[in-house]
């Protein structure tokens, strides 16, 4: 119940009149119920012995055995109680009261797939939900779609798992505009298999927010969760700018065992509370946040191939500050074989990976200077105190590792030079890094742009030549004192491919970058588990 009164609090300006509601696995109906409960007299109207719906929810539900259709009457049973009070002065309306609490819960009872059956789409303002996430079984569900040629045309990204089908009806089934908050395990961030639904998710919505929330937050799975709460995009072609809020949730304001009992410590109202301030100003949010647990994060981050567990964008430092880690961690011998093993599962899965990928043969390729394909433009160093003193939501990049802004400024701001779609590279700081910044940007003396000359936009791809250009930077040996300076770059060669002809190759290049991507997901995987290793120590 914290769970669903959190996401009441974030969602209470979402429910407007006309608004159509829905969760695709609703059980007892909580998430549809607990947002009206205060403002049942202002959405049910009585008129002319008629009741008058102002909003529509929709609550479905699978089942076959009595235990399974248990719930769904659990959820109508729950209705009657939040509307006892309009009930009670309505004694003879019994009948359409009875009318409006069978329309608004559903049992599935036709199809194995339950609501997934139905291939729903743009049809809900606001979809709510909890829906099941298991891998076992879900085969058996693939192969009933597999059955149906419109099911088939509707489940197009092969997601894993029970909750991967969810994912993509709930994109799916949501109006553009639409809204979504929807509790998820970690499978859906961190599979490398689902990368496309990730893809997928990106293409469709923004993401406004993610919350991590703790193990044992449900007492059904043990499983880690998290809210993620998305809008669904009125253009496909709409490219998101804003960032993202991610917050660390370590306690939930209840014990998270069967008891279940009431505690001190609350993080999630906080990740709320601080969430509702950020949907009012979501890029200038990060300069009047203090609060540890939360990082506004660019949306560069959340690219397909990378996994998504915000909770890996905490230092340990961090986490042992916060209490989420402590500072040494015991296992005695014979667990610690135990952990090898699950990690040896693991690592045998990233080298089946691997093995899976395609190796691009790149033996025809050109040296071109780096100078002659791309300009170099002035710019005005943004300072500190500059940024102090016009704050805004345009962001400033400096030389930093991570593709990260030093601040931000205001737009439109007289002699200040602002670029976007670029790549920039690090002349001083984390020397030699180069990003594509896809929105509008600054940046200080650090930070370099650098503009692809219009004769090779349409033949050269940006994200190959970021990485070819930060490969080539990388090797130079560059430091403080000695920076990749504007003379120095421009000077370097770096190798592009070419067909048969001699004309540079697009496709090559775009296949090159995504095996690129599709490596470094791994090797950050593998790097990350053995990092693990060094947070134990063994009792002897």
Request: hydrophobic share 35%; aromatic share 12%.
């Amino acid at each position: 119940m914290k769970v669903v009164r959190a996401i009441e609090m974030i969602i209470q300006d979402e429910i407007r009149e006309e608004a159509v509601i829905c969760d695709p696995a609703c059980g007892v109906g909580k998430f549809l119920l607990e947002p009206i409960k205060s403002k049942i007299d202002r959405f049910y109207k009585i008129k002319d012995g008629k009741i008058i719906p102002k909003i529509t929810i929709r609550g479905f539900d699978k089942g076959f055995g009595n235990n399974e259709q248990k719930t769904i009457i659990l959820a109508k049973a729950n209705m009657l109680i939040y509307f006892s009070e309009v009930i009670k002065n309505y004694p003879n309306h019994t009948k359409e009261f009875a009318d409006l609490f069978n329309s608004t819960f559903t049992l599935k009872t036709d199809s194995i797939l339950g609501t997934l059956k139905d291939p729903v789409e743009n049809t809900y303002d606001l979809i709510l939900t909890n829906p099941p996430y298991v891998t076992d079984g879900s085969s058996n569900f693939k192969e009933e779609i597999q059955k149906n040629n419109d099911l088939k045309k509707y489940y197009k990204i092969n997601a894993m798992g029970v909750e991967g089908l969810f994912m993509e009806w709930i994109i799916r089934a949501l109006k553009p505009n639409g809204k979504a908050f929807i509790i998820v395990p970690d499978g859906i961030f961190n599979r490398q298999n689902d990368r496309n639904l990730r893809a997928f998710l990106c293409q469709e919505c923004f993401i406004d927010g993610i919350i991590s929330l703790p193990e044992n937050t449900f007492f059904t799975t043990k499983q880690k969760t998290y809210i993620l709460c998305i809008t669904k995009k009125n253009n496909k072609t709409d490219i998101q700018s804003d960032p993202v809020f991610t917050y660390l949730v370590s306690e939930i304001g209840e014990s998270r065992d069967v008891y279940r009992f009431d505690i001190e410590q609350n993080d999630l109202i906080e990740a709320i509370t601080l969430y509702n301030f950020f949907k009012g100003n979501k890029k200038a949010f990060e300069n009047i946040n203090t609060d540890p647990r939360c990082k506004i994060v660019p949306i560069e981050k959340f690219e397909s191939e990378i996994y998504w567990s915000i909770d890996r964008w905490w230092s340990k430092e961090e986490k042992i500050t916060l209490g989420i880690e402590k500072e040494n961690k015991t296992l005695s011998v014979l667990e610690f074989s135990s952990y090898l093993s699950c990690m040896a599962d693991t690592l045998e899965n990233f080298s089946l990976g691997l093995k899976k990928i395609k190796i691009v043969n790149n033996n025809q390729t050109k040296k071109v200077k780096i100078g002659n394909i791309f300009d170099f433009p002035a710019i005005k160093g943004i300072t500190k105190s500059f940024i102090e003193s016009n704050k805004g939501n345009i962001p400033v990049y400096g030389g930093k590792k991570e593709q990260e802004p030093i601040g931000y400024i205001k737009d439109n701001i007289k002699n200040v030079v602002y670029f976007e779609n670029c790549l920039a590279w690090n002349r001083e700081g984390s020397v030699g890094y180069v990003f594509y910044h896809k929105n509008k940007f600054t940046t200080n003396d650090h930070h370099r742009p650098m503009i692809i000359k219009e004769e090779y936009i349409q033949i050269l791809d940006i994200e190959y030549m970021r990485y070819a250009i930060e490969k080539v930077l990388l090797s130079q040996g560059f430091k403080w004192s000695k920076t990749a300076s504007k003379e120095k770059v421009a000077n370097l060669s770096v190798s592009i491919p070419i067909t048969s002809t001699g004309k540079f190759d697009i496709e090559k290049q775009k296949e090159i970058i995504a095996t690129h991507k599709k490596i470094e997901e791994i090797k950050n995987s593998t790097f990350d588990e053995l990092r693990k290793i060094q947070e134990y120590s063994l009792i002897i």
